[in-house]
């Protein structure tokens, strides 16, 4: 599919422009501080990460800082905004910016992929954001706009169909836009695509679920990722109290807790031990003669 990129770039921006949302990721151009925010902001809500991304900032600071940090540390910091390896991802990948790059998050497409986490989107997103470099960021907000004005009446686009099209109007130097308060740049352009996006998914039908990239979220409550996540705390609130760890009965015994509260039925040790094995194998806990620490 081919378009007009210039005026369909020069008329997004504008209605862009229009809805634009002053978040305070957006005051910074610390490419730490962005990826972070980009981190958190997968299928998360912008109002659960405004304040926990200041701070996280606030308690790491760099990425020196949180490579620095122990696992446990940042898993607790993490809490509350959801899938922990994120959170573990985020900090492994710190600890090769700490060690292969001075301490500087990098610039170039390639090396940032290769970084644990960060994938095509979220690489594209600390360059334009950071360093105000082109590329194809292809975020939930962006796919809205592309599917809204360009396949209005189409069900199950695929992101290939989407992919030629972001990279073509993704502006390749700053550009002025009759009308517009700022010049459009990588940066600007993606903020503005951000911003039309969310206003179409609060006004419209959520064009988002016309791409063929649509998997909605599998039931949290009562799943064995529910259960993890509620080891993991486990293990985190007796850390933060000085308990000497836990041993799998007691693991089970308050999980067991935690699932009569919730009306289902009480968990087998047999289950706590597939699952502490599980979160040990994945870096977010260790096993010390029988007892398990965060």
């Given amino acids: ?3 007009e990129s210039e005026a369909f770039r020069a008329r997004i921006y504008a209605l862009g422009r229009g809805l634009y949302r002053d978040l305070p ?3 910074t151009r610390n490419p730490y501080a962005i990826w972070v925010s980009e981190a958190m902001l997968q299928q998360t809500q912008v109002s659960r990460v405004d304040g926990r991304w200041q701070s996280w900032l606030e308690r790491f600071p760099t990425p020196d800082a949180l490579a620095a940090a122990s696992s446990a540390d940042v898993l607790a910091e993490w809490q509350g905004l959801g899938y922990n390896r994120r959170a573990l991802a985020l900090w492994k990948a710190a600890q ?3 060690a292969e790059h001075a301490g500087m998050v990098p610039s170039d497409e390639a090396a940032l992929k290769a970084l644990p986490g960060i994938g095509p989107a979220t690489a594209s997103g600390i360059r334009a954001f950071a360093f105000d470099l082109p590329g194809v960021y292809l975020e939930t907000n962006v796919r809205a706009v592309f599917l809204h004005e360009l396949f209005p009446d189409a069900e199950g686009v695929p992101d290939s169909a989407l992919v030629p099209l972001v990279r073509e109007a993704c502006p390749q130097a700053p550009e002025e836009i009759a009308g517009a308060d700022a010049p459009c740049t990588p940066r600007t352009w993606y903020y503005a695509l951000l911003d039309y996006g969310f206003h179409l998914k609060k006004t419209l039908p ?3 679920r016309r791409s063929r990239a649509n998997v909605r979220q599998s039931k949290f409550e009562g799943s064995h990722r529910q259960k ?5 705390r486990m293990l985190l609130d007796a850390r933060a109290v000085g308990a000497a760890g836990l041993s799998v009965e007691e ?4 999980l067991s807790r935690q699932e009569v509260a919730a009306r289902r039925e009480p968990v087998q040790t047999s289950y706590v031990e597939e699952i502490l094995n599980e979160l040990s194998g994945e870096g977010f806990c260790r096993e010390l003669d029988g007892t398990w620490y965060a």
């Fill in 251 to 254: 693991v089970c015994a308050g």
């Fill in 228 to 232: 993890r996540a509620a080891v993991v």
């Fill in 1 to 3: 599919m081919s378009f």
């Fill in 206 to 208: 959520n064009p988002s």
């Fill in 25 to 27: 990721w957006r005051r």
């Fill in 96 to 98: 090769v910016i700490s």
